[in-house]
């Protein structure tokens, strides 16, 4: 079974910081790579997401991806206050469901 | 956006006692989800659907029951709740590659 990791667990980040974000997976077969952002107490909401390998940049939020290496990534540039939640990253293969990580929790100080 | 409705929103079960979990959704989407989050495992896939009548079991179904019968409701049934299930339940429509969550079910199970 398709197995999704993520690192570190958790990070402080000072405001305007680059903030960056790991997920590996083990199944080399997977077609689809997403980031879902969730706020403390509230449900998580699909961030960004690639299909093929390279990188994908959306305002402050780029995606990389590396199917080689089983792995992407999440960076952040000028972190805010507001980016302060559990970052979730996904993969899926074939279209069936998606596998989520185990989730990564930033704090942006201030 | 999409709609995804949830209840109950809190509900405290007694160990042996049945649970319904409810979701209602408004947008028309064929895949409904059941989802529980816990600390240290993030979103793992419970139940899922197609579309009204269909059930399909997840990646840890045991102890759960599910129910689709209409193309807006979905329920998660968990016919002898135990402690181990307490958790916060979220639902979700769309597909793999955009899904939407509902608020999410704290459950506790005494």
């Known amino acids: 079974q398709q197995k999704v990791q993520q690192s570190p667990e958790s990070l402080i980040v000072p405001e305007g910081a680059m903030t960056s974000l790991n997920c590996t997976f083990s199944d080399s077969a997977s077609q689809y790579f997403a980031w879902y952002r969730q706020h403390s107490g509230k449900a998580p909401k699909a961030l960004m997401s690639?299909?093929?390998?390279g990188e994908k940049e959306e305002g402050r939020f780029t995606i990389h991806l590396n199917k080689a290496s089983l792995h992407f990534s999440l960076h952040i540039r000028d972190s805010q206050p507001s980016d302060s939640a559990l970052y979730l990253c996904?993969?899926?293969?074939?279209?069936?469901?998606?596998?989520f990580g185990t989730g990564t929790t930033v704090s942006v100080s201030p | 956006e999409a709609a995804v409705t949830q209840s109950p929103r809190n509900k405290v079960a007694v160990t042996g006692g049945k649970v319904t979990l409810s979701c209602n959704q408004t947008?028309?989407?064929?895949?409904m989800y059941w989802y529980r989050q816990d600390t240290g495992h993030g979103l793992r896939l419970i139940h899922y659907?197609?579309?009204?009548?269909?059930?399909e079991k997840g990646d840890i179904p045991d102890g759960y029951k599910a129910s689709r019968p209409s193309q807006e409701n979905f329920s998660l049934i968990l016919e002898l709740a135990t402690p181990s299930q307490t958790s916060v339940y979220f639902c979700?429509?769309?597909?793999?590659?955009?899904?939407?969550f509902g608020p999410g079910t704290r459950l506790t199970v005494l």
């Open positions: 690639i299909f093929s390998n």
């Open positions: 659907s197609y579309g009204a009548g269909s059930t």
């Open positions: 979700a429509s769309g597909d793999v590659y955009e899904q939407y």
């Open positions: 996904a993969v899926s293969q074939g279209g069936r469901a998606l596998i």
């Open positions: 947008n028309n989407h064929n895949n």
